[in-house]
T-cell receptor
């Protein structure tokens, strides 16, 4: 199966950039994903990247993918207090939509 | 357009009991997946239903079973509940398109507590 690892916590000040990192073991994922989970809520898809891309930018979000090192990162520019949440990276197994999630990174944004 | 809905929101059961959780997929979606999210962990894939059949299964015991109805809604059943089954159960739906990207939409989850 696939293992996905993330650091547990990240604390930044409002207005700074946040970088959340993820490493994965299975390179068969066609897409890699970042999800956001706020307290008491389900998962919200933030962005995704196709496995043959190195970078994807979507407004304040930038995803970097290093396939050689199996490393995925999410950069949030101009982080706001509303960005405080848990962020999960996920890959899909060989069969689409069987997602493997990391344990999540709790982002705390201080005003 | 209603997204993925789940019921109930919260549920308390005792060890040994059985529970049924329900999910209605997003309009237009035909595939439903279930995930278990223990406290402080990421979601773990339980199984996926498409065309009323279980298509894929994660590493969960047979106590976990499911069903998909002709209207694409789905149920998750857990028998002989254990304390360790306490978790948030998430349902996700998507339209199966044979391999190209299609987004999974997640419901808000059912919080199951086993005492």
């Amino acid at each position: 199966g696939e293992d996905v690892e993330q650091s547990l916590f990240l604390s930044v000040r409002e207005g700074d950039s946040s970088v959340i990192n993820c490493t994965y073991t299975d390179s068969s994922s066609t897409y890699l994903y970042w999800y956001k989970q706020e307290p008491g809520a389900g998962l919200q898809l933030l962005t995704y990247i196709f496995s043959n891309m190195d970078m994807k930018q979507d407004q304040r979000l930038t995803v970097l993918l290093n396939k050689k090192d199996k490393h995925l990162s999410l950069r949030i520019a101009d982080t706001q207090t509303g960005d405080s949440a848990i962020y999960f990276c996920a890959g899909e197994g060989y069969n689409f939509n069987k997602f493997y999630f990391g344990s999540g990174t709790k982002l705390n944004v201080k005003p | 357009d209603a997204g993925v809905t789940q019921s109930p929101t919260h549920l308390i059961k005792t060890r040994g009991q059985q529970v049924t959780l329900r999910c209605s997929p997003k309009s237009g979606h035909d595939t439903v997946s279930w995930y278990q999210q223990a406290l402080g962990q990421g979601p773990q894939f339980i199984f996926q239903y498409y065309e009323e059949e279980e298509r894929q299964r994660g590493n969960f015991p047979d106590r976990f079973s499911g069903h998909q109805f002709p209207n694409y809604s789905s149920e998750l059943n857990v028998n002989a509940l254990l304390l360790g089954d306490s978790a948030l159960y998430l349902c996700a739906s998507n339209l199966k398109t044979g391999g190209s990207y299609n987004e999974q939409f997640f419901g808000p989850g059912t919080r199951l507590t086993v005492l």
